[in-house]
């Protein structure tokens, strides 16, 4: 669960962010980027190497300048793949699928989040659920990573 002090520092990081005037498809990409250096340097160990791999892959696809903003065959196809990967390993690798659910996020852009009308001005709050669910020793990281914005 994440506690009152994590939401203040999340709606503060997204004023900074907002202020800034730091994009959600930039946001989107520096998420996935602070992913992939987790998956890099060995972060998620109850993950195997294998899938930590193919994680990465999408990963850095996810990264790549235009794929956001007008990849949206890659962007489908990511979320066709990455789909059935979360719901089947939900009971057999909890952390797998875990995993590709954040992965998913990273694929998702600013139309994406607009349309869907989440109440939340940005997708932040949930990078940071998810990663926390996935990585809860990267919650300090994940300050860190997005203060460089």
């Known amino acids: 669960m994440i506690d009152n002090q994590e939401i203040e520092d999340i709606e503060s990081l997204e004023s900074q962010l907002l202020g800034n005037e730091i994009s959600i498809n930039d946001m989107v990409r520096h998420y996935a980027n602070l992913l992939l250096e987790l998956v890099q340097n060995r972060k998620l160990k109850n993950i195997s190497d294998e899938k930590l791999q193919e994680m990465a892959c999408y990963l850095k696809q996810a990264i790549a300048p235009g794929t ?5 065959s890659l962007r ?3 979320f066709l793949k990455l789909w059935p990967i979360e719901k089947s390993y939900r009971e057999s690798d909890p952390a797998l699928s875990a995993l590709a659910r954040t992965v998913i996020c990273c694929f998702g852009n600013e139309s994406d989040w607009l349309r869907d009308g989440s109440g939340e001005e940005t997708p ?3 990078f940071y659920l998810y990663l926390k669910n996935v990585a809860p020793d990267a919650t300090q990281a ?8």
Do not use: R
């Open 142 to 149: 994940f300050f860190e990573h997005f203060q460089k914005l």
């Open 124 to 126: 932040l709050f949930y």
């Open 76 to 78: 489908q196809a990511s």
């Open 68 to 72: 956001l903003e007008s990849n949206e």
